[in-house]
């Protein structure tokens, strides 16, 4: 069986292959989807960032999606997530990154259960002028 997932303009498209063909339904109704990431590591983990909804994740192949890092991304408006393995032989977890509107990057390390700031981002001379999306 294969699953596609696809962020809409105010929900998530989930379509899912078997012998008898292809089904879809909508998840995450009303959250505006802007970046959807699967994690290679955990088979069955997404992640989806939302404008003004936030952070969020599934862990059973787009039946349930959970709201996370609340406490510690500091902006609901989730632009970008990304993510990557961790060093080889580590099979629990991989490595989320997450940005934000005004600008931020949040890393995590643990499937989203803690976040930290990549404070460095910040510090770049022109960071205070970056935006998504890019003003005129």
Not at 32 to 43: E, L, N
Not at 75 to 89: A, D, H, Q
Request: aromatic share 10%; net charge neutral.
């Amino acid at each position: 069986m294969t699953t596609l997932i696809a962020g809409m303009q105010n929900s998530v498209l989930v379509l899912e292959s078997s012998k008898a063909g292809w089904k879809s339904h909508e998840n995450m109704k009303g959250t505006h989807p802007q970046s959807v990431a699967f994690d290679h590591v955990v088979p069955n983990r997404a992640y989806c960032g939302t404008f003004g909804e936030g952070l969020w994740k599934t862990d059973d192949n787009e039946k349930t999606w959970n709201s996370i890092g609340k406490n510690e991304i500091s902006n609901s408006n989730i632009t970008s997530v990304s993510v990557r393995p961790l060093k080889k032989g580590n099979d629990r977890f991989s490595k989320v990154y997450v940005g934000t509107e005004p600008s931020t990057l949040y890393v995590s390390s643990d499937g989203g259960e803690s976040w930290e700031i990549m404070r460095e981002l910040n510090k770049l001379e022109y960071s205070k002028l970056w935006s998504f999306p890019p003003r005129p």
